[in-house]
Nanobody, 115 residues
Framework: QVQLVESGGGLVQAGGSLRLSCAAS????????MGWYRQAPGKQRELVAR???????NYADSVKGRFAISRDNAKNTVYLQMNSLKPEDTAVYYC?????????WGQGTEVTVSS
């Protein structure tokens, strides 16, 4: 059974930084894309950043230049370094892993940015 365990969320002041981690345990056949999505209260879930198995990344326009995604393929772990955080970054952040067969979601980790 595959599990995605997220960590690193919390409360931070505007301008601060947080680093999210997501470790996938269990047997996943051919992990392809790993990424982070977020959902703010009253809003739809949106893509924050994702990274392919070869290191190709893409980011939401709202986080470009502030967030950086990376992954450790050997550990099936994906990271999201978030700098210069803004109150509008407040949301529940979800890890997403896409394999050739299916996709998986983490339980979510809450990020709150105070002004």
């Amino acid at each position: 059974q595959v599990q995605l365990v997220e960590s690193g969320g919390g409360l931070v002041q505007a301008g601060g930084s947080l680093r999210l981690s997501c470790a996938a345990s269990g047997s996943i056949f051919r992990v392809n894309v790993m990424g982070w999505y977020r959902q703010a209260p009253g809003k739809q879930r949106e893509l924050v950043a994702r990274i392919t198995s070869t290191g190709i990344t893409n980011y939401a326009d709202s986080v470009k230049g502030r967030f950086a995604i990376s992954r450790d393929n050997a550990k099936n772990t994906v990271y999201l370094q978030m700098n210069s955080l803004k109150p509008e970054d407040t949301a529940v952040y979800y890890c997403n892993v896409v394999s050739v067969l299916t996709q998986y979601w983490g339980q979510g980790t809450e990020v709150t940015v105070s002004s």
